[in-house]
């Protein structure tokens, strides 16, 4: 009766009932009957199957392991609900509610209308550092295909050399290094349907641009040691740059700028900065970020030490972050606008909790809370048992 719900399953009693007052021989053929297809059921699912005729899959690996690496790696991306995708974002990339809504539009179209011989999408977030671009492209394949696995990130910082296109799309025949495979075409072959992040791909050589138009106009990536050609039509490529960063903050800056505007406005600040004109014509969309401010800091704050806290299998107590440590966190990005953005801030305030966060789990705690005493944060262990006395503090820490 597996798949019926309660009211199927009442409905056939009932019916048993009625059939064996009219016929009690043909009420028993029934529930025989029943029964064994049950068992019938039960063979065929393999589980009580006699092992020479088992499916070899079931007797000699595990089927299930094997199956959702298949299914993972051959699953194609289906249309999806761009608003759903959009608030899972918004959850945890915060202050980036334009670039999300209009990214998820952006994504559906083009699952919806796929280009035959064609990535899904080529796409570039701009920005200020440390404002979330690679963070959401480390987000949306979590959300898009639900595991890490399908992201290859690639540092385009440390290809500012037209020969370094040897380490991405391998060397031929006889070259030194010909027996590796290059980045780009290893990723493709192992796992076609993923994102390809070419992280801060303006500090890579323009040669090295140009090796992509390939990718992205004819919908193959050629490895050079064997020639083998790995289409790229399940791929979806982010690159992010931050070139012309500060023309467009000063721009979005003017809350009446539409998200619309400010990606047009990126797109040119694009081309001021040297993109070949080739590259940029080959970029469907360019998204710009704008910089965090007032409260979006401290919610980043905050999220990056439950994030740390959690490192330490600790969890912080509700209401447990002292609001002066955020409100220091808004005050010292304010004043000193840090190079690095929010993670600098966010990365001097787990440097502070750090020592406190071994000591409180040393100390066999569970929950913590954070205090501000000055410059520094004290990392406060919670009893559970005793929620109204508070132990004292188990480290404190001076600020660099
Ligand atoms: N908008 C945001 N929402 C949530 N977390 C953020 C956001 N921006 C930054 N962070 C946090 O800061 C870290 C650094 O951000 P990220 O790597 O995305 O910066 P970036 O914009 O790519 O900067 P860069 O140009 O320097 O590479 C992230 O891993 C994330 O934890
Ligand atoms: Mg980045």
């Known amino acids: ?217 004819d919908g193959f990536v050629t490895e050079l040691s064997d020639g083998s050609k790995y289409p790229t039509n399940e791929a979806i490529f982010i690159l992010t740059v931050n070139a012309g960063a500060r023309r467009i903050a000063e721009y979005a800056r003017d809350p009446s700028v539409t998200q619309d505007e400010l990606n047009k406005f990126a797109k040119g600040a694009l081309q001021d900065a040297q993109f070949a004109p080739e590259v940029l014509s080959r970029i469907d969309d360019v998204f710009a970020f704008r910089e965090l401010a007032g409260l979006d800091i401290a919610r980043v704050v905050a999220l990056e030490m439950e994030r740390k806290t959690k490192e330490y299998q600790l969890e912080i107590a509700g209401g447990g972050i002292d609001p002066d440590i955020l409100y220091s966190a808004i005050d010292a990005f304010t004043q000193r606008k840090p190079e690095g953005g929010v993670r600098e801030i966010a990365r001097h305030i787990e440097d502070l909790i750090a020592d406190g966060l071994i000591e409180a789990k040393a100390g066999g705690a569970n929950l913590v809370e954070f205090v501000a005493d000055g410059e520094r944060v004290l990392v406060v262990p919670v009893d559970e048992s005793l929620p109204a006395e508070k132990p004292t503090p188990a480290k404190t820490e001076p600020t660099g």
């Open 1 to 217: 009766m597996t798949g019926l719900n309660w009211v199927g399953r009442l409905g056939i009693v009932i019916a048993l009932i009625v059939i064996e007052k009219a016929s009690p021989a043909l009420a028993w053929f029934l529930v025989v009957a029943a029964g064994l297809a049950a068992t019938c059921y039960l063979l065929f699912k393999g589980n009580f199957l006699p092992r020479f005729i088992m499916d070899p899959l079931e007797r000699l690996t595990r089927k299930r392991e094997l199956v959702d690496t298949f299914e993972s790696k051959t699953k194609k991306l289906a249309i999806i609900d761009d608003k759903t995708l959009a608030s899972e974002l918004k959850s945890k990339v915060i202050g980036q509610n334009g670039v999300v809504d209009s990214l998820a539009t952006r994504l559906r179209q083009r699952l919806a209308a796929r280009r035959p011989s064609k990535p899904i999408a080529v796409m570039c977030f701009a920005g200020a550092p440390g404002i979330g671009k690679t963070y959401l492209a480390k987000v949306l394949v979590e959300q898009l295909y639900g595991s890490a696995k399908h992201l290859h990130m690639i540092e385009m910082a440390q290809f500012d050399q037209a020969h370094a296109a040897a380490t991405l799309f391998g060397s031929p025949k006889g070259y030194v290094g010909s027996n590796e495979p290059g980045q780009i075409s290893k990723a493709l072959r192992d796992i076609p349907n993923s994102i390809i992040l070419l992280d801060e791909f303006e500090k890579a050589h323009r040669d090295i641009h140009k090796r992509f138009l390939s990718a992205w106009n």
